[in-house]
């Protein structure tokens, strides 16, 4: 698309959305402060100010006066310069030929105004210039701004975001040979290596990062589960040797909870919460899972609920009791904050009240597996409570915010329960939790995030606190001293875990952004054992293009809520958001990965492409009675054809996998190629998860 409009300025500024009242302020308000790359030389700043209304100004002897530079502006409030990368030769401050004392248009935007600008850092050579919007749309003029044509293939994922602005617009310093331009928005990460014919999109956070990991308890068993951040549960059954997607049926790609059933040795029961559609179970060590229809929070709200906290008993196995915390999708102003009893035995269910109605529920937290205590306890935004009847009442034991709890392995000789508020500072009692007092745990010097007992405790008196990225610490004297212990540079946003049988093997695992740490010498050495992860059927994880390369979106808004959302542009948008009518199908199955897949119904030459970094891929498809034929290419290198037909629906099938790659960027795409099975109904391709090795 050429855009040949030359009008508003382009100028190395942010042009402000709305006029800004002449009305007085009582400061000289300074919106951008920029110096030129000479300013040793030409004494050049520019500054731009609202006192009487707008005024962009510069200065040519180093910032002691300033003098007006408006001319050929018809805006001026700016909040941003950008240099030339020659400007000791050319004086160009986009758009000025004469070092900012006058100013050109070179581009303007109906409803939209220019965020970012970068130039090439060959611009002497090439003439290119880069423009990000605030609706998030990339424009490039490779003649030094006289012509523009958009950019912004592959810039379709939608979420829920106002103001969808480019905040960051970056040249690579090779760009000549690379190609490569970087850009940063509201709904993320983006990254081109065409000169943005087509931009992908970036994970920032790792999706390993293991948010929880549980061993199983008891030394019987060596499975390990381990809830991560948008790639779903993956299970391990050799002690974090090696680990599996364990996502069929479970729509929490993103958990907000995990927690393994005390009685986990004989009923092979875990639970998972997601934070929109509920509470999960799986009765089979993570193959499948279900949801528990009782715990149906939305029909007692008749609305949607976000799931917040899960506490399991102690007495599982026995009593059967779940607690779970609510609140409305709407949490602002809204008063009515509950928790659930569930006794899984009796299929019963109902609200109890934890303080008063509006409380907000952190932690809830119960004595070890065992322990003849028939207590339970939950850290909230009132303090901390403990039930003595099975959380049908709650006694208000602690005042003032607790945002976790822990209680002593040995709790019952000992009486140990400590609490920490939301700076990290602890709060201990020695009377099985009916009062607190000041703890002297001698860690007011760090922030700490968790704290976890050694499950030897009573014979090794150790304690481990973990921090936010500073390092794990130990104390072997019940928390009077603490040393260091590892894991430095490392946020783990659940303390550590350990093995069923830690007295035996010595095993330890931590969660960290960038995986599961794993010891086998308690402590001593750590090692990053998560390698796998799953890309699911979700937006960021796979692009569908049509024949000629452009992106098709694969979810958005309708374009009354784009406008709501304040991303709509009447111009760019029907290019940028294009489908395919009846195109995408999103399919729910319990036997898919994450409970649902695409089956895409496009024309010859249209594919999905998963883009990955790592040494090996497994692409796992669905097979059913009205799919096509398929051609598999990895790195652009045809690797054959795939036959999707099955007279019934099929998931979990392995379409293509290759375990010998190079680490490095690597692009696998299945494409349509608009033939079938004799026996098929259409010529549709599907796509479920891609099982990724790095």
Known sequence: MQLTIRQTALCIFLACMASIAHAHVPHDIIYSLDVSPNFHEDGLVFASSTQFGEAHLVSTNFGETFSESHAGMDRTLVTGHTFSPSFREDGTVLRSDDSGRSWQEVFRRTNDYVCKIAFSPYYAE???????????????????????????????????????????????????????????????????????????????????????????????SRDVFTATYNSGISRSRDLGSTWESANIGITSAFANGMQLSPAYDKDKTIFVIDISTGLYRSTDAGHTWSQIPELDISRYYNQPVLHRELGVSHQFADDGILLMFTVPRHILDVEEKFVWKYNDKTREIKRVIVGSESNYINAFAFPPVGS??????????????????????????????????????????????????????????????ATFGSSDFNLNEYYINNLVFSPTYA????????????????????????????????????????????????????????????????????????????????????????????????????????????????????????????????????????????????DFGYAFEVYFYGTGIEYKCVQDADLGIAEIFLDGESQGRLDLYHATETCDVTGYRSDDLEAGIHTLRVEATGHKNANSRGTAISFNAANITN
């Open 126 to 220: 090439d003439g290119t210039i880069a423009v990000g919007t605030a609706k998030g749309f990339v424009f490039l003029s490779e003649n030094e701004g006289e012509d523009w044509q958009l950019r912004s293939n592959g810039l379709n994922r939608w979420v829920h975001h106002t103001d969808i602005l480019v905040t960051r617009l970056l040249f690579s310093p090779d760009y000549k040979k690379d190609r490569t331009l970087l850009l940063g928005k509201t709904t993320g990460f983006y990254k081109t290596t065409d000169g943005g014919d087509f931009w992908r999109h970036i994970n920032v956070w790792n999706t390993k990062w293991g948010y929880y990991v549980y061993p199983a308890p008891g030394g019987a």
């Open 372 to 433: 003849k205590k028939n207590l339970m306890f939950c850290a909230s935004g009132q303090g901390v409570f403990r039930s003595q009847d099975k959380g049908d009442t709650w006694e208000h034991v602690f005042r003032g915010n607790a945002s976790q709890i822990f209680v002593s392995p040995n709790f019952d000789k000992d009486g140990l329960v400590l609490v920490m508020n939301a700076g990290g500072q602890l709060h201990s009692s020695r009377d099985w939790g």
């Open 459 to 602: 014979a090794d008196n150790t304690l481990y606190a973990t921090t936010f990225g500073e390092r794990v610490l130990r104390s072997v004297n019940g928390g009077k001293t603490w040393n260091y212990f590892g894991l430095k540079g490392k946020f783990l946003y659940t303390g550590l875990t350990f093995s069923g049988s830690y007295a035996e093997d010595g095993t330890i695992f931590a969660p960290a952004i960038d995986g599961i740490y794993r010891s086998t010498n308690r402590g001593k050495d750590w090692e990053n054992v998560l390698n796998p992860t799953q890309f699911l059927a979700k937006v960021p994880f796979v692009t569908l293009k049509d024949a000629d390369g452009q992106a098709i979106s694969i979810t958005f808004g309708d374009e009354a809520m784009m406008r709501q959302y304040d991303s709509w542009d009447p111009e760019i948008s029907p290019q940028i958001y294009r489908r395919v009518k009846n195109g995408v199908q999103m399919v729910s199955s319990p036997n898919a990965y994450l409970g649902q897949y695409y089956k895409f119904r496009v």
